[in-house]
């Protein structure tokens, strides 16, 4: 079958163990494979050369900046953005090249299948989940922000749909690797809000905290997935005063 007229652009940093399964999945179907790589110091590359049309390298000092810069490198209008723990479905590919050739949109959201383990969340808002990963590059663009940066359409609303079939993300391994990501992200959560002179408070990261947590755990039904439903909520929950914690401490060191 036609490749379909579209660039996969995937940002790395040591993903030896998970680069080949990400890139596979849309080999022979993307039209061009883009791999940013982020000075990683395993295999990594090497791995990814047996997919990827190019592989550049750069070093990332902002998410937002860095991401845009990726994009910017594809050939093609439309690019697909995934993360190296992300897989394409069968169907979500069959039905991109269905939608493609017709739309008048800019934008699409796609769900997401969240899962820790071998274990799919369905709960406490991990599914759908829906996330930005397919655009026309000149329409889109990152908030230069070091952490979860806000995304930016040309067109707003109007110009943004959703998908219905998934993409697989493998998030965590286990709850060490979950805590090890929570770790490095709330740091760089606090880092932004310092550099964005944010006024934090330890009243309102409490209340934060508490409030993730139940709407997680309750609202959005986390309990009816059992133990993990309910480490996912307190870790969301968690997030909020670990962020402060570095914040203040970064703050005091002032």
């Not at 940013?36 to 090497?46: L, M």
């Not at 800019?106 to 969240?114: E, H, L």
């Not at 759908?128 to 655009?135: A, T």
Request: aromatic residues 14%; contains cysteine; glycine residues 6%.
């Amino acid at each position: 079958m036609e490749k379909i007229p579209l660039s996969l652009v995937v940002i790395t940093k040591n993903e030896e163990d998970n680069i080949e399964k990400c890139l596979g999945s849309a080999h022979g179907w993307a039209d061009e494979i883009i791999v940013v790589d982020d000075e990683s110091t395993d295999r990594t590359v090497e791995l990814a050369e047996k997919y990827a049309d190019k592989i550049l390298h750069k070093k990332m000092e902002n998410e937002g900046a860095h991401r845009n810069w990726a994009y910017a490198q594809a050939k093609n209008e439309w690019v697909l953005s995934l993360d190296a723990d992300e897989r394409l479905t069968e169907d979500l590919k069959d039905e991109i090249r269905e939608v493609l050739p017709s739309t008048d949109k800019y934008i699409f959201g796609i769900p997401r299948r969240n899962y820790l383990g071998d274990y799919w969340m369905k709960h406490g808002g991990q599914y759908p989940s829906q996330q930005i990963r397919l655009f026309k590059k000149g329409c889109f663009r990152y908030e230069e922000a070091s952490v979860h940066p806000q995304a930016f359409c040309e067109g707003g609303k109007k110009k943004k749909a959703y998908l219905m079939k998934d993409i697989i993300h493998y998030s965590y391994r286990d709850f060490e690797h979950f805590l090890t990501k929570l770790n490095n992200q709330t740091t760089l959560e606090a880092q932004k809000w310092v550099k964005d002179q944010r006024k934090m408070s330890f009243g309102k990261a409490a209340w934060r905290t508490i409030d993730r947590f139940f709407r997680a755990f309750l609202g959005k039904k986390g309990y009816k997935d059992g133990f993990i439903g309910f480490m996912s909520a307190l870790f969301g929950g968690v997030y909020q005063i670990v962020s402060y914690a570095k914040y203040w401490e970064m703050k005091r060191k002032q």
